[in-house]
């Protein structure tokens, strides 16, 4: 299985501020990465996909980049409502998988 | 758009089975696949397979092969999910999820969620 691994596991950062998560992949998985954000008690939601492609009226202070093994996932200018746990998935090859996961806080 | 809404909560003791049930609407069910991901307290995501909303055709997580049972029923627009022999470590959260289409192409990515099932296993 390919092991996905995000970092950090916990970031703090005020509103306004510019955030970048990373994910990295145990094996080259091509573009085949999507990011979901999931707030407490909800199902995820689903922001990028095919790494850098923003899912229909998800705001564009989102974005996503890389190939290969290594992409970021951006928050431009932080709001709020932003807070949630924020998951890469890779499609590559079955089984999919996703990260642990990086909660996001407001400091 | 579409939306997927998904049967109550269940608490089952341990070897016992259950079935969740995830019912569509909103789009034509049978353009979609359906798939299963599951969320332990606390914990991250996993993905226990899929279903093809068309012919029903399946792939399971092989983690999960032999124990789980993915269905549809298309005149109801409705998937179902049934887990076996269960064990306290299958308490979780289950979402269904449909694949997201784009004219003709399928990505594997999820882009409509049911609200979630919790599903606890305790004797």
């Known amino acids: 299985d390919i092991q996905m691994t995000q970092s950090p596991s916990s970031l703090s950062a005020s509103v306004g501020d510019r955030v970048t998560l990373t994910c990295q992949a145990s094996q080259d998985i091509s573009n085949y990465l999507n990011w979901y954000q999931q707030k407490p008690g909800k199902a995820p939601k689903l922001l990028i996909y095919?790494?850098?492609n923003l899912q229909t009226r998800v705001p564009s202070r989102f974005s996503g980049s890389g190939s290969g093994t290594d992409f970021s996932f951006t928050i431009s200018s932080l709001q709020p409502e932003d807070i949630a746990t924020y998951y890469c998935?890779?499609?590559?090859?079955?089984?999919?998988?996703f990260g642990q996961g990086t909660r996001l806080e407001i400091k | 758009q579409g939306q997927l809404v998904q049967s109550g909560a269940e608490v089952k003791k341990p070897g016992a089975s259950v079935k969740v049930s995830c019912k569509a609407s909103?789009?034509?069910?049978?353009?979609?696949?359906i798939t299963w991901v599951r969320q332990a307290p606390g914990r991250g995501l996993e993905w226990m397979g899929w279903?093809?909303?068309?012919?029903?055709?399946?792939n399971y997580a092989q983690k999960f092969q032999g124990r789980v049972t993915m269905t549809t029923d298309t005149p109801t627009s409705t998937a179902y999910m049934e887990l076996r022999s269960l064990r306290s470590d299958d308490t979780a959260v289950y979402y269904c999820?449909?694949?997201?289409?784009?004219?003709?192409?399928?990505?594997?990515?999820?882009?409509?969620w049911g609200q979630g099932t919790m599903v606890t296993v305790s004797s």
């Open positions: 998935q890779q499609y590559d090859n079955l089984p999919i998988t």
């Open positions: 279903i093809s909303g068309y012919n029903g055709n399946t």
């Open positions: 909103g789009y034509i069910f049978t353009t979609y696949d």
């Open positions: 095919d790494a850098s």
């Open positions: 999820a449909r694949r997201m289409r784009v004219g003709a192409t399928q990505f594997h990515a999820f882009d409509v």
